[in-house]
């Protein structure tokens, strides 16, 4: 769990090592104010930024989401983290169908959790 982060933060920090197991064992602290620009960092001082939140799948739009994937990858984080659960299937399908389209080296900072 992401210590200090935000509840759906932390929910996405501890599906992130329960779905890959490369992330299993790892430790998760949120950085203090003012915002750096990343959600976590862990025990080996990579930098995360995670995105999806399935409370709010109802407002889904994707070009919003696939725009929101682009500005995540620019920040120069070590991986950006898209959370997908709790979204309805239509919306991880097209997602996925994104992710997949993109170069790989944008595809290989990306972490897919709930697809």
Do not use: C
Not at 43 to 61: C, E, I, P, W
Not at 73 to 100: E, P
């Amino acid at each position: 769990m992401a210590k200090r982060a935000r509840p759906a933060e932390q929910r996405t920090a501890k599906r992130l090592a329960d779905d890959h197991p490369e992330f299993d064992g790892r430790t998760f602290e949120a950085p203090p104010p003012p915002d750096p620009g990343h959600d976590w960092v862990d025990d080996l001082g990579r930098k995360y930024d995670a995105m999806g939140d399935g409370t709010k799948s109802q407002y889904f739009r994707l070009d919003q989401f696939t725009k929101s994937i682009d500005s995540h990858l620019l920040k120069g984080n070590d991986f950006t983290v898209i959370d997908m659960t709790g979204y309805r299937a239509d919306q991880i399908a097209a997602v996925r169908q994104y992710v997949d389209a993109l170069p790989t080296a944008k595809q290989e900072m990306i972490k897919m959790v709930g697809f």
